[in-house]
């Protein structure tokens, strides 16, 4: 029934799926500019005989997934966060350990190094498990 009922979506569905199939059948996730977590997840869903093609129709789930849970989750952190001035100081204190600032042709970028957030921020990392438990995401 979702080609009746959304049929705009059901298309665009189809149209992603299709080109996620065709990005892993040419194995573009196999490059080197590609993060280590997409690969393995790829490689983990071909040693159980999936095709590269079948993984295009997994990663569609997984956006869907990272989508629906991440957005809710992200909201409610920043929420339970916000509302208690103490956790927030912490936690902004904890993440500007993380944080890069650079100064390029007047444009000011900030990046988050997170290969060491579980020791730098566990106030940070503390808050998301419990917002997890508290809103069962």
């Known amino acids: 029934m979702p080609s009746v009922v959304a049929p705009k979506a059901f298309k665009a569905r189809i149209a992603n ?71 927030t100081e912490e936690i902004r204190t904890e993440v500007s350990k993380i944080v890069r600032v650079s100064n390029q042709a007047g444009k000011r970028e900030m990046t988050i190094d997170i290969t060491n957030i579980s020791e730098e921020c566990p106030l940070l990392l503390s808050a998301y498990q419990e917002t997890m438990r508290l809103t069962d995401s």
């Open 17 to 87: 799926q299709t080109a996620l199939q065709e990005y892993f059948a040419a194995g573009y996730n196999e490059d080197a500019d590609v993060s280590h977590y997409a690969r393995a997840r790829a490689e983990i869903i071909r040693k159980f005989g999936f095709s590269k093609a079948d993984v295009g129709n997994f990663e569609i789930a997984n956006i869907h997934v990272s989508v629906s849970n991440a957005t809710p989750t992200f909201f409610w952190l920043m929420l339970f966060i916000a509302s208690d001035h103490q956790p």
